[in-house]
């Protein structure tokens, strides 16, 4: 299998200092569940998972109205860079350029845990 084979080539991002809702709106519209978090000049800096949104979003097993509107007040405006992953891996373009067989996705995948 080659990189290229199931890699993205039309990748959608979101900058640093977008915020919770931008991130949620833009995974649901795209149908996706990992968002690469850029800077201005197309940087990767991080990337942000469904499941990073689920986590900083107050629990849906909060039955208080109370203490729902305080989780709730606490997480808007909430900037992605306070809840992303940093250190991502990535590939070398000019490796995937080659269409070299590098590693083993699945394997890869795993020992990484990223999704």
């Keep these: 299998m080659f990189i290229s084979d199931f890699m993205t080539k ?4 979101i900058g640093v200092e977008s915020d919770i809702s931008k991130a949620k709106e833009l ?10 978090v850029t800077r201005a000049e197309n940087k990767l800096i991080g990337i942000v998972s469904d499941r990073d949104i689920r986590s ?26 306070e ?16 269409g070299y067989v590098l590693i083993d996705p699945v394997d890869w995948h795993i020992n990484n845990s990223y999704g």
Excluded at 10 to 13: A, I, K, L, Q
Excluded at 62 to 73: A, F
Excluded at 86 to 94: D, H, L, M, S, Y
């Design 83 to 98: 809840f992303m992953t940093k250190n991502t891996a990535t590939i070398k373009k000019k490796f995937r350029d080659l």
């Design 10 to 13: 039309d990748v959608v991002t």
């Design 27 to 36: 995974m649901n519209r795209f149908r996706i569940r990992h968002l690469p």
């Design 56 to 81: 900083a979003l107050p629990s849906e097993h909060i039955h208080d109205p109370k203490l729902k509107k305080m989780e709730t007040e606490n997480v808007n405006g909430l900037k992605v860079r």
